[in-house]
């Protein structure tokens, strides 16, 4: 589905995918945090390998979903999800914390670690996996293992992700790191179209509490053995003809509890739905704004990773043959996960399907032995918008038929998905244009040739700026201080014009104006690496010069640095797997500077600061990734300052 | 001065002014690539996202459960403090129905919170530079003046203590109208909170229901104006509500958000102020001439069943224009016939033309642009003291070379001036308190920017234009951004504040070059015609720049040989003989500048 980066997918078939499902169904059963099972994978081809399923059970109290009164979100531990944030902000994402809690519980407490260590060793493949809320522990079990082997140790290991109606268990930020990481495809999130267990997130607790209880209860029931029937291999009302009628409302969730607990949870799944689908269409109304920031509450939690609806379209009871959707956008993913839920009509009997909604969620072993992964019926909904529009025409008719359950949404869901591939057009070509900006490209020289100046270019200049510098009495950062000389001048220029451009794709990574994977992108990491390395100390330079005047409110540099050289820093940080550091060997400057300031610190202080920065300096000198030319070294400063300390 | 080529000017079109080119293909040429972008109408989205929420049926309730006058409730569910004005008495209304209540201007109404253009600091005298025909005042229906002054002082003891805390606000009817006025006196109270330095505050919603339109054009502009007040408005209308529907025309405009709703379920939002006249007139046309009170909990209960049933699957005929096909969905939701054509591609247009107009990146890049421009007049200055100082420079560009390097000079001086020209102007719009505290950020960089730009201008005013008296023709931007640096420092002033003891290294009045022009006149007056208050006026300038010099507020530039100043004194001495002996007189003899630093 995607292009392949450091991390290997694992290649998903039927076999596999049945074998995840009950292997999940019968781990709600035992007494273990989890069950396993080893399957051998591709058994006809030649390279066939080993898999081990790990497959989470479910935890089914209300506070295994919500520790809270809303929505149970806590942010998340960065040892353990170090790719969980948004890199240039430094933003960490949230997660659900009763689940993660449970999952922490599980690394340090059980086997887990040495099972997977082991499997790793011995070169088996690794699928994670589980229902509902067991499903929610598998997604945590692959980000920590994406995160942990193929991050961090590099161990190109295939790892595969399979859940059955799971909640949603990570916010927008999660969201937005699977998508950077290219991490997508190794989830396989199936849902039933009318399953409530994947949209029950989008309620806060508040909303929902009064029937929760009984609910997870009843889900509690099914999931347990305790009829005769082995109920996660084939209910009994699955045998019937007309199996709805059958189900036992009766026990635990009468007709007004599950239709209520319908109701609220669809409310908040619109609530969310229409407040994405809103802010993608570039508005201009902060209306919505406002009452989400003060008087509404707005779910944190979006989709991630590949989603697969099994859909039937409105006809309910029958065995008519189920169509699956793939879909990928995580904004898409959400407008479905709302829309689907929707009665289809007013007929409907609310009871009826507010029941259905509560049963769907124990329908996937059934509906992966009825139908099994049918790659056939496969869509990928990424150009499916172009046939949306299309009212006749042999295209649009092939695909209506071929996607009924897509065809039979409202118009209002197809706007709200239309909209979501404008937004992504959007991204892309705000990228397009910072790509042309960074460097020549063949395809574009005849079109604007000599008279465009791009960042690879001035980068060049202040190249020989430096290296001119050199070879005079000063270096390139005390001549851009005193600024003498014309070239002086130019090279201030020069750090304006960069500025220009760098401060507006900063701002465009901050509005999320930008594709998830902007910033990994090897090309930009490079060119900004380098723009840091030979700009900062011009800018820290021109900070010192200009703070002997009045505006000086005592700030250092390193208070005000710009966002233009925060981001890259924590780009190149990232791309690394370093952790984010404060000085750098491209604003050391800044801190040398600093410890020429009377009265800041004690002689002592400085000194051994002093020394500090010296180490850090040999450290990066020898640090073969950095480029030696790109980085001023601080030498006048450098020997300013002992002189100084000398002195002292 | 070799000045480098404007090769940057080119990358900035290529990088960021792709939209700008976009617009004019879509200007003349009909079958351009942009032309095929599908705009969606957002408001389709904010009404499902307000039907969905239980926000508006919440307000409605707290109405239905006031009892008196008003009332603040504290929702259980959402722990939300929602203020319910009861709706007015019957009599009232009927009143109200019978159009015996009409616009009154706001001259003297007790509504001074209310911002408009009039500058209130009344012990300002500069303010009344501002021609009187810019002064505009509103109007607004009578019943809203007299409504809100029945409830008006007890009203502010509960705003007063939701300065902090999130606060609905809201009223039926005309109680709608003292709704309003409430929640516009908040908004005022927290501007003011703001300009103090306060980050905590919450802003108000004020959610109305059947509220009729308030007032005129200036009223809205006064709203609309305001980017915090403007969006916190809320009006909930049943088409079938007559007092709601009661103004659909000029001069009455409408102001912040609508919610147009049906009993047969439908709902939808508007925002844009030129399609919810049309939509509101529909109504009342349809409307049978009832005096009643509307109830809207039946409208209401019907909200959140929309949510739970799917609607019709096609766009119908308008699949092709799907922003045209938006705006018909949300004039069907409310039952309004698509005879609004005319308005819809109207809207269409200007949406287009908006955003792709609309570059959220601009004021960045312009920010930038600006700092480059003031380097290259740093720059100049520098390079020009051997000439005289940059002032001096500018005068004489005698020779080719200097020409040349001006014509650079005066493009950025041009960008300039039109960047803080518009910024000065935008910002004096703002109510005095919440401007204040906006302008701080970047009053540094005005400063700066005054300083060294208006001497240039000094030298067109006399030298290109050949005029006198530049301080009292001094273009206005310049006024108000050397008030607002003064009102700055009056504020941050701290008693123990440092006295400068180095050479200021830009000259601190920027008009200290006109008074040097004026002294040269005033000189030539002199010795041509003996003039005795040019003697007094030369006397005033000795000692003004005196003055400056202890205070150490003048450049060292000022005396560099061949300076407009020196150029003055060296005439003057002549004229006055050596024997004359002012404070400054000595100062000059004594050449004690040379150790001005």
């Known amino acids: 589905m995607e292009v392949e980066r450091e991390s290997v997918k694992l290649l998903l078939n039927d076999e596999l995918i049945k074998a995840a499902c009950n292997l999940s169904m019968k781990a709600h059963n035992h007494n273990q945090d989890y069950l396993t099972n080893t399957k051998k994978h591709n058994a006809s081809s030649s390279s066939s390998t080993q898999i081990l399923i790990i497959a989470f059970k479910g935890s089914l109290d209300v506070d295994d979903f919500y520790h809270d009164d809303h ?89 595969g992700c399979v859940t059955f109606g799971s909640p949603l268990i990570g916010d927008r930020t999660v969201s937005h790191a699977v998508r950077r990481e290219k991490w997508a495809g190794h989830f396989t999130h199936f849902v039933m179209e009318h399953d409530i267990v994947p949209r029950m997130m989008l309620a806060p607790k508040t909303s929902i509490q009064e029937h929760l209880s009984d609910i997870l209860k009843f889900f509690q029931q099914k999931v347990k053995p305790n009829t005769t029937q082995k109920s996660h291999k084939f ?113 409907q009997d609310l009871a009826k399907f507010a029941h259905e909604s509560l049963n769907a969620n124990f329908r996937y072993e059934e509906e992966l032995n009825n139908n099994g992964l049918q790659l056939v019926k496969m869509v990928d909904l990424k150009h499916l918008n172009d046939h949306l529009l299309t009212s006749d025409g042999t295209t649009g008719d092939t695909v209506r038929t071929s996607n009924k359950a897509l065809f039979e949404l409202t118009a209002s869901a197809k706007w709200c998905l239309l909209a979501v591939e404008e937004a992504e057009k959007r991204k892309l070509k705000n990228m397009d244009q910072i790509k042309k900006s960074m460097r020549k490209y063949k395809s574009n020289e005849s079109e604007y040739t000599t008279k465009i100046k791009i ?46 451009i760098w401060d507006v794709i900063v701002e465009m990574v901050v ?59 924590r780009w190149y940080e990232h791309a690394n797997v370093m952790g984010f550091e404060l000085l750098s060997e491209s604003n050391f400057v800044a801190e040398i500077e600093e410890l020429m300031i009377p009265k800041k610190k004690t002689v002592e202080e400085a000194r051994k600061d002093f020394e500090d920065i010296k180490d850090k300096v040999q450290m990066w000198k020898s640090d073969e990734k950095i480029a030696y030319e790109d980085v001023f070294w601080g030498e006048s400063v450098l020997s300013k300052l002992q002189e100084k300390l000398a002195e002292a | 001065m070799h000045v480098p080529k404007q090769y940057y000017k080119s990358l900035n079109s290529i990088i960021f002014n792709i939209n700008k080119k976009n617009t004019q293909v879509q200007f003349f040429g009909k079958k351009s690539r942009t032309m095929n972008k599908i705009i969606f109408s957002s408001e389709l989205e904010l009404g499902k996202f307000l039907g969905s929420t239980d926000v508006i049926p919440d307000a409605y309730q707290a109405i239905l459960e006031t009892t008196l006058p008003f009332k603040l409730h504290t929702n259980r569910r959402s722990g939300i403090d929602v203020l319910a004005v009861k709706s007015c008495s019957h009599d009232y209304t009927t009143q109200f129905l019978k159009g015996e209540l009409n616009l009154v201007p706001s001259e003297n109404l007790q509504v001074d919170f209310i911002p408009t253009k009039v500058k209130s600091s009344a012990s300002n005298n500069e303010a009344d530079s501002i021609p009187a025909k810019e002064k505009s005042l509103f109007s607004i229906n009578k019943a809203v003046v007299e409504l809100f002054q029945q409830l008006s002082d007890d009203l502010k003891e509960e705003e007063k203590k939701h300065i902090n805390t999130p606060l609905i606000i809201t009223g039926l009817g005309l109680g709608g109208y003292v709704a309003i006025l409430s929640a516009m006196r908040l908004h ?11 980050k905590n505050t919450k802003r108000p919603i004020c959610i109305t229901f059947g509220c009729p339109l308030v007032g005129d054009k200036a009223f809205k502009s006064a709203i609309d104006e305001r980017p915090q007040w403007k969006y916190s408005f809320l009006n909930v209308v049943a088409n079938k509500d007559p007092v709601a529907t009661f103004f659909s025309s000029d001069p009455y405009k409408p102001f912040g958000t609508f919610l147009f709703c049906t009993e047969s379920g439908g709902y939808t939002a508007f925002e844009d102020q030129d399609l919810i006249l049309p939509v509101l007139n529909a109504m009342k046309l349809s409307n049978p001439d009832h005096l009643h009170m509307y109830d809207y909990r039946s409208v209401l209960s019907t909200f959140k069943r929309k949510v739970l049933y799917r609607g019709v699957p096609e766009f119908g005929e308008l699949n092709l224009n799907l922003f045209k096909a938006g705006i018909t969905m949300q004039l069907r939701e409310v039952g309004v016939s698509d005879d609004m054509n005319d308005q819809i591609e109207k809207m269409e247009k200007q ?16 920010l930038n642009e600006m700092k480059i421009s003031l380097t290259y007049m740093e720059w100049y200055m520098k390079t020009r003291k051997s000439k005289g100082g940059y002032y001096d420079s500018y005068k004489n560009d005698e020779t080719i070379y200097e020409i040349k390097c001006q014509n650079e000079i005066v493009k950025h001086q041009r960008n300039l001036n039109l960047y803080w020209k518009t910024i000065v102007e935008d910002k004096d719009k703002m109510p005095q308190k919440e401007g204040a505290n906006l302008r ?54 701290n008693s123990s504040e440092k006295k400068r003891d180095k050479a200021a290294s830009l000259t601190e009045d920027s008009c200290f070059w006109a008074h040097v022009e004026e002294a040269l006149i005033s000189l030539k007056d002199l010795v041509n015609e003996g003039k005795n208050n040019a003697e007094k006026k030369l006397e005033e300038f000795e000692a003004y720049v005196m003055r400056a010099i202890n205070n150490y507020s003048v450049s060292p530039d000022i005396f560099l040989e061949g300076s407009s100043l020196m150029t003055w004194w060296n005439e003057y001495k002549a004229y006055k003989g050596t024997a004359y002996a002012s404070e400054f007189a000595r100062y000059m003899n004594n050449a004690s500048y040379d150790s001005y630093k």
């Open chain 1, 455 to 500: 960042i690879e270019d001035m980068l060049d200049e202040m190249h020989k700026y430096k290296e001119k510098a050199r070879h005079g009495t000063t270096d390139y950062y005390e001549a851009f201080k005193l600024q003498d000389e014309h070239v002086d001048f130019e090279a201030n220029v020069s750090r304006l014009e960069q500025a220009k």
């Open chain 1, 71 to 159: 929505f149970g979100e806590t942010t998340v531990d960065c040892s353990l999800f170090p790719s969980l944030r948004r890199v240039g902000e430094a933003q960490l994402a949230k997660v659900n914390g009763s689940i993660l809690k449970i999952f922490q519980d599980i690394l340090n407490n059980s086997g887990f670690i040495s099972e997977v260590e082991k499997a790793v060793k011995e070169d088996k493949k690794i699928l994670f996996t589980g229902h509902s809320s067991g499903g929610a522990k598998a997604s945590l079990a692959t980000l920590w293992m994406l995160d942990e082997y193929t991050r961090k140790r590099k161990i190109r290991h295939p790892i």
């Open chain 1, 511 to 569: 509005r999320k104006d930008l594709p998830d994977e902007f910033e990994v992108w090897d090309e930009l990491v490079v060119l900004a690496t380098q723009f840091r390395r030979l700009y900062e100390p011009s800018d820290i330079a021109n900070y010192y010069r200009h703070s002997k005047g009045d505006d000086n409110k005592g700030l250092s540099y390193l208070e005000v640095r710009p966002k233009r050289y925060k981001f890259p820093q």
């Open chain 2, 188 to 198: 005022h109270a927290i501007d003011v909170e703001e300009s103090d330095g306060s």
């Open chain 2, 440 to 493: 701080k950020r970047w009053l540094y960089g005005g400063t700066n920017y005054r300083r060294i730009i208006e001497p240039l201008d000094i030298v067109r005013y006399y030298h290109k234009e050949k005029k006198v008296n530049y301080i009292e023709n001094r273009p206005n931007h310049y006024k108000l951004l050397e008030r607002w640096a003064d009102e700055d420092k009056n504020n941050t002033q």
């Open chain 1, 235 to 347: 209910p009994k009302f699955f045998n019937k003809k007309t199996p709805v009628r059958t189900i036992d409302h009766d026990q635990l969730v009468d007709d007004n509890q599950a239709v209520t607990f319908f109701e609220n949870v669809l409310y908040n799944a619109s609530t969310v739905a229409n407040h994405d689908a809103f802010d993608l269409m570039e508005p201009t109304n902060s209306l919505k704004d406002k009452l989400s920031a003060d008087f509404v509450k707005v779910s944190p939690y979006r989709p991630f990773g590949t989603y697969v609806f099994c859909t039937r379209g409105d006809d309910l009871g029958s065995s008519s043959p189920r169509q699956q959707l793939v879909v990928e956008n995580p904004n898409s993913v959400l407008q479905l996960l709302f829309y689907f839920l929707q009665l289809p009509n007013e007929d």
């Open chain 2, 351 to 366: 949406i287009k033309w908006s955003k792709s107009n609309k570059n959220a990146y601009e004021p960045t890049r312009k």
